[in-house]
């Protein structure tokens, strides 16, 4: 379009804000795509974490000579594993894993063939597993009882941590839409002042 009717002054400033309005605008979509990816990100690894609380199941009998059969069955999520057969049980014990302060454990069952770990994961309340070794090891040795279901459920745990990095995911998420904002309003600011 001919600009020879605008006045000098007028067509210097119209050639001016087309020439450089991207000098005058605030850059802003480096913070707010590390804002949003650190949310994402954080919110993803909330959704595997609760999805791999697992729930371990143990169910065991006695046979006519007394020999203990068991079991396991592990479901992580919505996936239940094939059940693992352990025969002649003898006994359940607590192994434990790290330094003096920082300790792990989990039972273990101890069967002729071997040993097997009830669960997957260490915990760190000794109390809970020991409790459970107990239940098994008092199980084997009285002969007046014939089966014992067990259950020990990580779930909550798995759940509590996952819901802890989707909040501060959407809060990342939150952080990056506010910052997005702020930009925006300094940007209309300062096209304002021009």
């Known amino acids: 379009m001919d600009n020879d009717w605008l006045p000098y002054d007028l067509k210097q400033r119209r050639r001016q804000n087309r020439l450089k309005p991207e000098k005058d605008q605030v850059k802003g979509w480096l913070p707010t795509l590390i804002f949003g990816c650190f949310g994402v990100l954080s919110i993803g690894i909330g959704i595997m974490e609760m999805g791999a609380g697992q729930m371990t ?15 396991r069955t592990v479901t992580t999520g919505v996936i239940r594993e094939r059940p693992i ?28 063939s071997g040993e097997v770990a009830l669960t997957e994961d260490f915990k760190s309340d000794e109390r809970e597993n020991l409790d459970h ?3 098994i ?3 084997i040795e009285q002969s007046s009882e014939t089966s014992l279901e067990l259950q020990v459920d ?11 990095f989707i909040s501060t995911g959407i809060l990342w998420v939150l952080m990056a839409v506010v910052l997005r904002i702020a930009i925006n309003r300094k940007t209309v600011l300062v096209k304002k002042m021009d």
Do not use: H, P, W
Request: charged residues 25%; glycine residues 4%.
């Open 154 to 164: 990580d779930r909550a745990q798995s759940n509590l941590f996952g819901l802890m």
């Open 133 to 135: 070794a107990e239940q």
């Open 85 to 112: 057969e352990l025969q002649k049980v003898e006994a359940a014990r607590l192994q434990r894993v790290g330094r003096k302060f920082r300790n792990a454990y989990r039972v273990v069952l101890v069967t002729a």
């Open 57 to 71: 199941e143990l169910s065991c009998r006695k046979s006519a000579t007394q020999t203990v059969i068991c079991r």
């Open 137 to 139: 090891n008092q199980f």
